[in-house]
Structures are given as structure tokens and as C-alpha cells.
């Protein structure tokens, strides 16, 4: 019986994130009958949107760019494409105290870099790895940076380290990795930072009047989703997954779903609890995937935040503990009521490591004393706060990556009909979420 004749089956999706909505989604447009398992009380995981005193809160992710191809197609097919914004206010780089504008953007690897904020020495540095990078043009795709093999070996703090000042590497590289990955320049790799340096200065960025959770809400709506639900383990029977056992999250009695198919769309580190380990290729991948701890503040204020919009980079580790901070107008101005303002800092890494074990109330207060020293807050107080914490947070594009990604495609999970997916599968983005989630669904068709 040709394939498209035969009858879909009953797929389990574990986790309501980005990359199981999206399998989901597509999974119950091709006559699946879907059931997603998600555990907490709401869908989005790391890309969520909350609401509080009229102000929209964006809990995780903050944009997409405009390369996210899957995403904004999407995005497009359950009708957000009249929602997409474009930010408002510019954004800049946090340089010796005061906050420099990015130059205009364009494909000129000179007016790439934002060397006009970095003084004379710096932007030295940054000529000369403008003209390296030039140079090494041939050797990578710009449009593809993952797949630069050598790129892949290196860490970006050596590849920058070995062709300009280190004042390039603290000043240029440290903010921009921080900000695009969410990791020092000496954890990721030197592809993963050429493609957060394209991505940033020449990608457009964006978000959703409704904010960005609004894409994880408007698949939910196009699939079957039970929240509160947290999957256990999945059983297996000669090698194939027959079922996923799941309990109520706030206490009740086990519940056993029967799957034709499952789709483990969780962060690697929850994979292994679910499956009982993974062996061969998606076992060490999911070993070797380490993640970078990402802390979130978000400050609503009844009145206007003068200075610049933002995203802004912070340069100077010293100054501003932030990786990067931006206000409502830098996305959208429906994210707040008329004439307040609201503000985000998302600090990443070892800042947010250091973080995670605080309370909320310092954390809201060392955030609002930095916030100060970069925008303008006169004596205003935050009328709605919230903090989220996120570890695992991102995914960190260590050396290597590309590689363990294009292993884990080639082998596959070590379970005939069970498909993981998930950003730390691709690329740490909503993209690479998303894109996961279509590949898990293809890969059903395929098996069916
Ligand atoms: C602070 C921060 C800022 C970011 N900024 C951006 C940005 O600006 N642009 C961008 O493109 N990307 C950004 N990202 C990355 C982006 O948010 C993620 O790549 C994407 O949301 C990941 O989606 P996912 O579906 O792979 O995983 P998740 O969103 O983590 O989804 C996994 C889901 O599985 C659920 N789950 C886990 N265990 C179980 C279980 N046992 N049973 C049932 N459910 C379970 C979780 O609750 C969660 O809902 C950011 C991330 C963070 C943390």
C-alpha cells in the first residue's frame, strides 16, 4: 500500500516546548492523532509570554531574526503574519560608559562590526580580523557558518586571539557571544561565533505585537496538548517504544499513553530519565551537550525609559553584569499600557550562574542599579517584576557542535520509533527548535 494510503498512528510528544508543538502541529496536519505531554501548567517552555498589569512579559526568548525560515513560515501559516514587528528603537553597544549606536547595517564585513564604539585600539583589532575574515572568506559559508568544518575545532576566544588584539576578544567577542549564544568566547566555537556575528549585524530582528509566545500558543491551539502532565519514562518492547507513561504533575496516579510513535522534544539533560539512557551517538551527544544557565529580569514602569531602545551589548564586564538589556521599544509598543515602559536584562552564563541561588528581591535590585547606568529611569520605581530562571538555559555551541548535531542526524536515537527533538538537536534558537520539530514529524511519515 503506497504510504500516503496507509493510516497515521498515535503519536506521544513529550514537552509543549517550541520543538514538540511543532512536531505536533505538522504531525496532526498529516492525519496523526496527536497527543503532546506537557508538565507544567502552561505551553512554551522556554519561550513564553506572561501578562501582568498590562504588561507583556517575554519570559525566555526575546526575538527571532528574519533567516528564521521554519519559524516565521510558520509563524505565517496559523495567522501571526499580520502580528510580526519590527523594533522601534535602534540598538548600541555599551562602550567606556556610554551607549554607541551600531552602524547601519549592510553585507560589508567593515560596516559588519561595531568598531566605530570601540576607541582606536580595538578598532584596529577588529580592522585587521575584518580583513582576516575577508581573506578566510572562502573557507566557510556565510550563510551557513555551522558547516565550516575547521571552524567547528576551534574556540572563537582562539581563532579571534590568534588574528587580532585581545581587546578585540574582551571588548568585540565577550558581549556578542553573550549575547547571541549565551557563553564566553572560550566555550564556543568559532563557527557557531561567525554565525552570531552575521546573524547580529546583519539580520533584522523581530517579535509578535502579542509577544513571542504567541507562536508556541497558536500551534497548541492546531494540536492535542495536556498540560500539567509530566512524562516518566517511555516503555519499550523489542527495541520499539509501545507507550509513555506520564503522572499529574501536582500528584495523582500514574497514566500509561500508547504511541505508534514518540517524540522526546526535552533538553538533554531530562532525555536520558525518560529513556532509561540512550546508547551509540545519541548518548554521547547528549553527554557532551553542556548549557549555559540564563536569568531573566523584567521590570514594568508606569512612565517613559529614556535612551536608547536596545538591544544593547555590554561591554564592559566591570560596568554592567548584563549580557544585554533592552526596553518594550525595541520590540513592539503593544507590550505595554500607554505611556509606561517596561525592561528587560538577560544575564547568561557565569553571571547567571551566580545568580540562580538569589532571591528576587536583590536580583530585581541589582538589575534596577545597573539598568540605571544605561538608561534613563529619572527616580521611577517598577510598578509589575518578574524573574525567571532558566538551567538548563541555552544550549551552548561548544567546539564540535556541528559535528554532534550531524552525528545525531545520521544515527538517529538508538530506538527505532522514538525521534528526539529539541534545540540542543540543531541550533540554539527558536529556529533550531522549530526546524527539530519538522524533522521528528518527517521522520514519522517516513516510518509509518
Ligand atoms: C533567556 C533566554 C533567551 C533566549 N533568547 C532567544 C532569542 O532571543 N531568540 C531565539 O531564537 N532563541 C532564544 N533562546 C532560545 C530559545 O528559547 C530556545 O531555543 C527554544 O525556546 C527551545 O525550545 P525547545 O522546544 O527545544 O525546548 P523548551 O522550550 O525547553 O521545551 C521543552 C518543554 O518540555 C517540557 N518538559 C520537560 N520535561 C518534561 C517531562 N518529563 N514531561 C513533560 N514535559 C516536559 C518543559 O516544561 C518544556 O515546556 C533563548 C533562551 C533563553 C533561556
Known amino acids: 500500500m503506497p504510504v500516503a494510503e496507509r493510516q497515521a498512528g498515535r503519536a506521544v510528544i513529550i514537552g509543549a516546548g517550541l520543538a514538540g508543538l511543532a512536531a505536533g502541529y505538522r504531525l496532526s496536519r498529516d492525519g496523526w492523532d496527536v497527543l503532546v505531554l506537557e508538565r507544567e501548567s502552561e505551553v512554551g517552555g522556554r519561550c513564553r509570554t506572561v501578562t501582568r ?75 585587521s580580523l575584518s580583513i582576516h575574515l575577508l581573506r578566510g572568506y572562502r573557507s566557510y559559508n556565510i550563510r551557513f557558518p555551522h558547516w565550516w568544518t575547521d571552524g ?24 556578542l557571544c553573550r549575547y547571541a549564544l549565551g557563553a564566553e568566547p572560550e566555550k564556543v566555537s568559532a563557527a557557531a561565533f561567525m554565525a552570531a556575528l552575521r546573524a547580529t549585524f546583519a539580520d533584522r530582528v523581530g517579535c509578535f505585537a502579542g509577544g513571542i509566545g504567541l507562536l508556541p500558543g497558536s500551534l497548541a491551539e492546531r494540536t492535542q496538548v495536556i498540560c500539567g502532565m509530566e512524562a516518566q519514562h517511555v516503555v519499550l518492547e523489542g527495541g520499539r517504544a509501545v507507550a509513555v507513561k506520564a503522572r499529574p504533575a501536582q500528584g495523582g496516579r500514574e497514566r500509561s499513553y500508547r504511541a505508534d510513535f514518540v517524540v522526546c522534544a526535552v533538553p538533554a539533560p531530562h532525555v536520558a530519565a525518560m529513556t532509561g539512557g540512550m546508547a551509540g551517538a545519541a548518548g554521547r551527544v547528549i553527554g557532551e551537550t553542556e548549557y549555559s544557565p540564563e536569568v531573566v529580569v523584567n521590570l514594568g514602569f508606569p512612565g517613559e525609559v529614556g535612551g ?62 545597573e539598568a540605571r547606568g544605561v538608561f534613563d529611569l529619572a527616580c521611577m520605581s517598577p510598578v509589575e517584576q518578574r524573574v525567571d530562571r532558566h538551567d538548563p538555559g541555552r544550549p551552548v555551541a561548544s567546539p564540535g557542535h556541528a559535528a554532534r548535531v550531524r552525528e545525531l542526524w545520521r544515527a538517529g536515537s538508538c530506538i527505532e520509533n522514538l525521534v528526539l527533538a529539541g534545540d540542543w538537536t540543531r541550533s540554539p534558537t527558536m529556529e533550531g527548535a522549530v526546524s527539530s520539530g519538522f524533522y521528528a514529524a518527517e521522520s514519522a511519515v517516513l516510518r509509518r
Open 53 to 127: 498589569g498590562g504588561f507583556r512579559f517575554d519570559t525566555g526568548a526575546q526575538y527571532f531574526r528574519d533567516s528564521y525560515d521554519a519559524a516565521l513560515k510558520t509563524a505565517i501559516e496559523v495567522g501571526l503574519g499580520d502580528r510580526f514587528r519590527i523594533p522601534v528603537g535602534g540598538a548600541g553597544v555599551l562602550a567606556r560608559g556610554r551607549v554607541v549606536p551600531f552602524v547601519p547595517r549592510s553585507m560589508n564585513p567593515f560596516a559588519l562590526l561595531p568598531w566605530r564604539a570601540l576607541g582606536p585600539e580595538s578598532a584596529a583589532g577588529v580592522l
Open 152 to 175: 567547528d575545532r576551534l574556540t572563537a576566544s582562539d581563532f579571534i586571539h590568534s588574528r587580532t588584539s585581545s581587546d578585540s576578544v574582551r571588548s568585540l567577542a565577550g558581549p
Open 308 to 369: 536608547v531602545a536596545g538591544p544593547v551589548l555590554l561591554t564592559a564586564a566591570g560596568g554592567f553584569r548584563a549580557g544585554w538589556a533592552l526596553t518594550h521599544r525595541s520590540k513592539s509598543l503593544e507590550y505595554v499600557p500607554p505611556g509606561a515602559a517596561a525592561l528587560t536584562l538577560v544575564y547568561s552564563g557565569r553571571e547567571a550562574a551566580s545568580l540562580m541561588g538569589e532571591e528576587d528581591g536583590a536580583i530585581i535590585e541589582l538589575a534596577l542599579e
